[in-house]
């Protein structure tokens, strides 16, 4: 079965450079997330979307970090001006519906290294 | 003070071992917890919700206690491929984003 895909699955790239990465959720899932993970630790939130609507984004660590969900199915996690502290993986996760208590599933997640 | 904490261990344990992990929370309205699985360079896998009432899941075994603000799981007779960290995930009241701790690694030993 289909779950969350992310691509690409390894990014590097040179410091000031932008870099975009892509999350499909699970068919038909409402809500999807953002998390980064720096080696060590566990994922820390970045945003929130439930459909097309961005309700949450006091995660992202600075105006480099933007995200979007046009159509309310793919997103796009797009960071301007890359620093070499945004290197780490970025997991998406996608939850059937906007209810506390409905489990998040995790993509594969993209493994960022900036240069 | 973190939102979630964690022993970050490494527990090592040997085969058949019963094993217990903590994870502590500040936030005393905190209204969902789970406890999630990751293997080395991989997603974060769901092991089980956590319910007022204590919950099993075969050698699983997840407990909440809100007035002390902490969860904890036990695993009965460890199995090699039970090695993993795994994760403590809080979602505050009036969210829907998760606090992960920083997780625990276990290592069971043959």
């Known amino acids: 079965g289909a779950g969350v895909s992310q691509s690409p699955r390894y990014k590097v790239a040179k410091r000031g450079q932008d870099v975009a990465l892509r999350c499909d959720p699970i068919?038909?899932?409402?809500?999807l997330f953002w998390y980064q993970q720096a080696l060590g630790q566990g994922p820390e939130f970045l945003t929130y979307?439930?459909?097309?609507?961005?309700?949450?984004k006091s995660g992202l660590p600075s105006d480099r970090f933007f995200a979007e969900r046009p159509e309310g199915s793919v997103s796009t996690l797009k960071i301007q001006r890359t620093q070499q502290e945004d290197s780490a993986v970025y997991l998406c996760?996608?939850?059937?519906?906007?209810?506390?208590?409905?489990?998040?599933?995790f993509g594969d997640g993209t493994r960022l290294s900036i240069l | 003070r973190k939102e979630v904490e964690q022993d970050p261990g490494p527990f090592n344990v040997p085969e058949g071992a019963t094993v217990a992990f903590n994870c502590t929370y500040s936030n005393s309205a905190s209204q969902s917890f789970f406890w999630y699985r990751q293997d080395c360079r991989k997603e974060p896998k769901l092991l089980m919700s956590?319910?007022?009432s204590g919950n099993e899941d075969g050698r699983f075994t997840a407990q909440l206690n809100r007035a002390s603000q902490y969860i904890s799981l036990l695993i009965r007779d460890s199995k090699l491929s039970d090695s993993a960290t795994y994760l403590c995930?809080?979602?505050?009241?009036?969210?829907?984003?998760?606090?992960f701790g920083t997780g625990t690694r276990l290592k069971v030993l043959a």
């Open positions: 995930v809080v979602i505050p009241s009036g969210t829907y984003k998760y606090i």
């Open positions: 996760a996608s939850s059937s519906r906007g209810r506390h208590n409905q489990p998040q599933h």
């Open positions: 956590v319910y007022s």
């Open positions: 068919s038909g899932h409402v809500s």
């Open positions: 979307f439930q459909n097309e609507a961005q309700l949450d």
